[in-house]
Every structure is written in structure tokens, then in C-alpha cells.
């Protein structure tokens, strides 16, 4: 069963940390490119960092919004994806989903994490 589950999720204060972990399971492996997403109420899902295929990593890219305070990582020997999340800030609150994709194959996507940064 192709599964991914997120989780680290909580609430924190403004300029914390938080780190975030996608398992994923089933036919998922390194060879996806591995993305987090997020969404505040009201709002539409944003894209927030993603992770190329790869056993070491792959390329990263991130949005301008968390450049240079989120960092995407990839441990193929857990099959898991982390999102370091450091100098949060309020507008950071909203859940956190983790998506699996590649080429020819439909995307897959966890059922996300609530992060709240407020003091």
C-alpha cells in the first residue's frame, strides 16, 4: 500500500523550530521527486520546498518565502523526507503536506501536519 504520513508537527513561538518528517511506504522510493506543501485556512495551497531524485538528495529548490530558514533533506535508507524548519514566523502557520511525484505515475500525498506559530 503506497502510503505517506507526515508528522512533527505543533505549535511553536515565533522564531522556534520546528522539523517535519514525510514516511513514505509502498512503491515509493528515491527515484520520486519529493515536494512539501502548505496550506493556511482560507488560502490556497502553496508550494514550500522541494527535493530531486536521488539516494544522496538531489537538487532542492525552496520558495522566497522560507529561503534561507527551511531546509528539504531526503534519508533513502528510512524512506522518509524531512523539512527543517527554523526562525518561524507566524505567517508559517498552516498544515504541512508532503507529495510524491514522478514521471508517468500519479502524485501521491500525505494527510498533513498543523503547524502554528503564534506566541
Known amino acids: 500500500q503506497v502510503q505517506l504520513v507526515e508528522s512533527g508537527g505543533g505549535l511553536v513561538q515565533p522564531g522556534g523550530s520546528l522539523r517535519l518528517s514525510c514516511a513514505a511506504s509502498?512503491?515509493?522510493?528515491?527515484?520520486?521527486?519529493m515536494r512539501w506543501y502548505r496550506q493556511a485556512p482560507g488560502n490556497e495551497r502553496e508550494w514550500v520546498a522541494a527535493?530531486?531524485?536521488?539516494?544522496?538528495?538531489?537538487?532542492?529548490a525552496y520558495a522566497d518565502s522560507v529561503k534561507g530558514r527551511f531546509t528539504i533533506s531526503r534519508d533513502s535508507a528510512k524512506n522518509t523526507v524531512a523539512l527543517q524548519m527554523n526562525n518561524l514566523k507566524p505567517e508559517d502557520t498552516a498544515v504541512y503536506y508532503c507529495?510524491?511525484?514522478?514521471?508517468?505515475?500519479?502524485?501521491?500525498w500525505g494527510q498533513g501536519t498543523q503547524v502554528t506559530v503564534s506566541s
Open positions: 507529495e510524491a511525484k514522478k514521471l508517468g505515475v500519479p502524485e501521491y
Open positions: 509502498g512503491s515509493i522510493d528515491s527515484s520520486y521527486i
Open positions: 527535493i530531486g531524485p536521488g539516494a544522496s538528495g538531489g537538487t532542492t
